[in-house]
C-alpha cells in the first residue's frame, strides 16, 4: 500500500453527488427535523392523520419506558395509569387522554410497548 501522503484524496463531489439522490426525505417541505412539538389544541385531538397516531403512538411509548411509574409488563396501559396516580406518581394527563380516544380500539393502544415481546 503507498504511504498515505502518495494516495489519491477521495472524489468529494461523486460522493456527495450519491449522497443527495440516495438520502430519503431530503427535501420534504413543512417537516424540520428533530421538530418533537406536541400540539395541545383540540383540533388535534379530532384529527386522525399519521403524524397524530404517530406522535400518540411516541407518547405513550415514552409513558412505558419511563420507570417512575413503575413496572409496565402485566398491565394494561390504563391499569398503569391508575396504579400511578393512586400512588401519587403523577402520570400524564395526556396520556389518560390518548387511551380514552384510542385505547379500545386495538391492543396496540391498550398494551404497553413489551406486550407480546417478553
Known amino acids: 500500500m503507498p504511504p498515505r501522503s502518495a494516495r489519491r484524496p477521495p472524489s468529494a463531489t461523486t ?12 427535501a420534504r417541505p413543512g417537516k424540520t427535523k428533530g421538530a418533537n412539538v406536541a400540539i395541545e389544541d383540540d383540533d388535534a385531538e379530532t384529527i386522525d392523520d ?57 391492543a396496540r393502544w391498550r398494551e404497553c410497548v413489551w406486550h407480546g415481546r417478553v
Not at 460522493?15 to 431530503?26: E, H
Not at 404517530?54 to 415514552?62: F, G, M
Open 15 to 26: 460522493i456527495d453527488a450519491l449522497f443527495r439522490s440516495t438520502k430519503p426525505g431530503a
Open 50 to 106: 399519521d403524524d397524530a397516531v404517530e406522535r400518540d403512538a411516541r407518547e405513550l411509548k415514552t409513558f412505558d419506558l419511563t420507570s417512575k411509574f413503575g413496572p409496565c409488563c402485566g398491565l394494561t396501559r390504563i391499569e398503569r395509569w391508575d396504579r400511578a396516580r393512586a400512588l401519587g406518581l403523577d402520570p400524564p394527563k395526556r396520556v389518560l387522554e390518548i387511551l380514552h380516544r384510542r385505547g379500545e380500539a386495538s
